[in-house]
């Protein structure tokens, strides 16, 4: 006889399959009227547990979950990710715990693939990333009640495990230092506008070039991406009042700067100096070699590990500090040209 399976149950209920996980193992995430429906079902076409599934029920999995809501081809080339990911791996290996990595497109296909882990106790807890201001994965993990620490701020509206960097402290040292060599039209190719980290780089540019006495500078918000960091730099290198200065929230961007300043006849760092807001070994391949702001990322992913290894062994959720990025001064900044 064809065993019945959960896939079954979820079609005959209506439901996802994530819902009958939280049904058929007694766990929080469905309404009471919906886990009487589908274990009602599950009883009416002779659903009955795998005995290997049921005697593991109460043990651990031993992984951990890192779910990012980002095109997997835009995460192929961020080297930032990459970094991250070996400083998680070389923590949670030494524990003998899996990382289970999923990419997917957005936040509503993350909880639902969140849900379905967690149901299927596939994981023992998450790492967040790329936190929204307005992030619909917090409620989530607090109603499910998964051990998670955010690779980002800490926040009021959640008592979760975080470990961050001050993004504040690493933006005023980038424009400090570009005044200091005498720009005053200094713009920024910022990120993804939802997430909270580029809401915060964007205010403390903003007050630092206000600190310096400096008119309103020119924003553009980007996906991150070579092709739309390229744009941005090619509409601000257009403008009559063109900047003599641009700052980068990545590497990437920064790269395929340089190369649109070299189709436009305009010299790195003679006409424009250029900071990228990530370094990574791109930045000194190229020619000339990119100013970055510096900070061990691999480190920052280690540290993620042992504030949710914590958690799923019980201790409170804790928040740590990362070193502040310090910038690393190359060939692409120098004083601007004589006005």
Known sequence: MKRVTIAEIAERAGVSIGAVSYALNGRPGVSEETRKRIMDIADEIGWRPSLAAKSLSGSRSHSVGLII??????????????????????ELSGHRIALLLQVVEDHRAAIEAMRLCWAER???????????????????????????VLAGRPRT???????????????DASVDYLVALGHRRIARVAGLPALDHTQVRIAAFREAMARHGLSEPQVVETDYTAEEGAQATRALLSRRDRPTAILFDNDVMALAAINVAQEMGIAVPGELSIVAGDDSQLCVLVRPALTALSWDIQAYGLHTAQVLLDMIDGRPPRTHQENTARLVIRGSTAAPPPA
């Open 157 to 171: 509206d959640a008592r979760l495990g975080a470990v961050w960097t001050d993004d504040t402290a690493a933006v």
């Open 69 to 90: 809501a980002r095109p997997a081809d835009t995460l192929g080339v961020e080297p930032f990710f990459m970094r991250f990911i070996s400083g998680l791996e070389r």
């Open 122 to 148: 596939r994981i023992d807890g998450i790492v967040v990333t790329d936190l929204y201001a307005e992030d619909t994965r917090i409620p989530v993990i607090e109603e499910l009640r998964i051990p998670a």
